[in-house]
C-alpha cells in the first residue's frame, strides 16, 4: 500500500533525470523514421503545436475501450484516426515530438474521471490512462500534458495545466513497453481488479527515504602499505531519494571522497572504493573513517602498526636460520653425536 501526495506545480524539492539520447530514438509505437511522422514533426515543431495537431487529428473511439484494446502505435494511429484511445493520442504526440527533435516519453497509471462512459469499467477491471510528457529544456524538467482528455472534454486545457487526477504508475521513456505498470501483473486467466485507488480523507504523513551506511576496512594495517575497503550507503526505504550526499573522510591521512546521486532508487544501494597508504611511523598509532550520507553517518575504527612491525617476525627466522646452518658447518660433529645417540 503506497500514500499518493498530487501537486499541481512540480516540487522544486524533488530533482528529475534529465533527458538522454535515448528520450528521441525511434521504437516500437514510436516510429520516428516513417515518412508521415517525419513530415508532421517538420510542420510542427513545438511542443504546443504537435498538441494541438493530435487532440484535431484523432477521435476517441469508446466503443474500443470495452474490447480490451490493442496498442496500434502513431504510424497505425494517423492510418485509423476514428479508432483511437488514450495509447494512440500519446504515441502519436511522442513520435512526432521525437522526431522533431523533443524529448518525450509516456506515463501509465490512474486517471480519476467522472466520464461515466469509462467508470463502469473501471469499477471491475484495471483500466490504466496513458498520456505524455515532454522535456522543457528551459524549465528542465518533465511537463505532463493530456490530449486524449482534451479531446473527450471538448477542449478543456491539459497543455499549460494538468489536473489533481493522474496518478503514474509508471514510465516509458528508454523503451516503449517496459516496465510494466501495476495492474499488468496477475496469474494467468486471472480476471478482474488487482489495484485499488481511494481518495484519503485527511493528507498523509510524506514517507522519506532512509539512507544506511557501511564501512568494510581492515581494523589492522600495516604504516607505508596500502590499505583497501568499501564503502555501501543503501536506500533502505520502499520510496526514491531525490538526492544523496555522500561525504568520506578518514585520519591520519584524509581520502576526501565526495559524491552526489540523484534518484537513488528504493532498496538500491552503490559502493565507493576507498584506499589508504599511512606514511610509516615508529609507533602504533590509530585511525578513523567517517562517512556520511545524508542524515545517516558511519565511523569504523582501525590501528597503524609501524613498519618495522613486519621486519621484527623475518629477523627472528633469519638469525635462526644462520646458528642453525653454523651449526651444521662449524660444528658437524655435534650434530653426528647426537644422531648416533639417537
Given at each position: 500500500?503506497?500514500s ?5 506545480n ?17 521504437d ?55 479508432t483511437?484511445?488514450?495509447m ?75 489536473d ?95 559524491r ?69 658447518l ?13
Amino acid at each position: 500500500r503506497a500514500s499518493v501526495a498530487i501537486t499541481l506545480n512540480p516540487n522544486p524539492n524533488y530533482t528529475e533525470s534529465a533527458p538522454t539520447e535515448g528520450s528521441t530514438k525511434p521504437d516500437q509505437y514510436w516510429e520516428t523514421e516513417n515518412a508521415k511522422i517525419i513530415s508532421l514533426a517538420n510542420a510542427y515543431r513545438t511542443p504546443r503545436a504537435i498538441y494541438d495537431y493530435v487532440v484535431s487529428a484523432l477521435s476517441y473511439n469508446y466503443d474500443r475501450v470495452n474490447q480490451n484494446p490493442i496498442r496500434k502505435g502513431a504510424v497505425a494511429a494517423l492510418a485509423n484516426p476514428t479508432t483511437a484511445v488514450c495509447m494512440e493520442f500519446t504515441d502519436l504526440f511522442i513520435a512526432v515530438a521525437r522526431a522533431a527533435g523533443i524529448p518525450a516519453r509516456e506515463v501509465v497509471g490512474f486517471a480519476y474521471t467522472t466520464n461515466t462512459k469509462l467508470r463502469p469499467l473501471s469499477l471491475l477491471t484495471d483500466v490504466l490512462h496513458a498520456w505524455p510528457e515532454y522535456y522543457d529544456t528551459e524549465k528542465k524538467t518533465w511537463v505532463p500534458i493530456d490530449p486524449t482528455w482534451a479531446k473527450t472534454t471538448g477542449g478543456v486545457n491539459y497543455f499549460d495545466k494538468l489536473d489533481f487526477n493522474h496518478i503514474a504508475f509508471t514510465i516509458h521513456g528508454s523503451s516503449s513497453t517496459y516496465p510494466y505498470p501495476a495492474g499488468s501483473y496477475r496469474k494467468s486467466g486471472g480476471e478482474g481488479k488487482t489495484v485499488q485507488v481511494r481518495f484519503a480523507t485527511v493528507a498523509p504523513d510524506a514517507e522519506t527515504g532512509k539512507l544506511t551506511t557501511q564501512i568494510n576496512f581492515p581494523k589492522q594495517i600495516t604504516a607505508g602499505m596500502e590499505a583497501r575497503g568499501l564503502v555501501t550507503v543503501t536506500n533502505t526505504s520502499g520510496v526514491a531519494i531525490p538526492k544523496a550526499d555522500i561525504s568520506i573522510q578518514s585520519t591520519p591521512v584524509d581520502v576526501s571522497i565526495t559524491r552526489s546521486l540523484t534518484d537513488m532508487p528504493p532498496f538500491s544501494s552503490t559502493q565507493i572504493p576507498i584506499t589508504l597508504t599511512i606514511p610509516s611511523a615508529w609507533g602504533k598509532t590509530s585511525g578513523r573513517i567517517t562517512v556520511q550520507a545524508n542524515n545517516a553517518s558511519a565511523q569504523a575504527f582501525f590501528t597503524v602498526q609501524p613498519f618495522y612491525g613486519l621486519l621484527i617476525p623475518a629477523a627472528v627466522a633469519f638469525i635462526a636460520l644462520l646458528l642453525l646452518a653454523w651449526i651444521l658447518l662449524a660444528r658437524p660433529h655435534v650434530i653426528w653425536r647426537t644422531f648416533k645417540k639417537s
